[in-house]
């Protein structure tokens, strides 16, 4: 693999690494949200903020997976 796929290899997984990063403090955020306020919340408010977490869980797994297989090559 030349330098400049190496370069590229760094960069790609340095962002992908920030977007993870992003994505698991959202899902932390909207954890810590409902454990604060779920009694007020309504069901669908819940409901919608759990989604949101899986969401960004997701995500954040994605950004991993895609680093991990940049790892394999």
Same mark, same amino acid.
């Given at each position: +693999?030349? +330098?400049?796929? #190496? =370069?590229?290899?760094?960069?790609? !997984? /340095?962002?992908?690494?920030? &977007? $993870?990063? *992003?994505?698991?403090? !959202?899902?932390?955020? $909207?954890?810590? !949200?409902? $454990?604060? &306020?779920?009694?007020? +919340?309504?069901?669908? #408010?819940? /409901? *919608? &903020? /759990?989604? !949101? #977490?899986?969401? #960004? &869980?997701? =995500?954040?797994?994605?950004?991993?997976?895609?680093?991990? =297989?940049?790892?394999? +090559?």
């Amino acid at each position: +693999m030349g +330098m400049k796929d #190496e =370069l590229k290899k760094t960069i790609d !997984n /340095v962002a992908d690494t920030f &977007s $993870e990063a *992003g994505h698991r403090a !959202n899902a932390d955020a $909207e954890h810590a !949200n409902r $454990e604060v &306020s779920g009694d007020v +919340m309504s069901p669908g #408010e819940k /409901v *919608g &903020s /759990v989604a !949101n #977490e899986g969401k #960004e &869980s997701v =995500l954040a797994d994605v950004d991993r997976a895609k680093r991990d =297989l940049r790892k394999e +090559m």
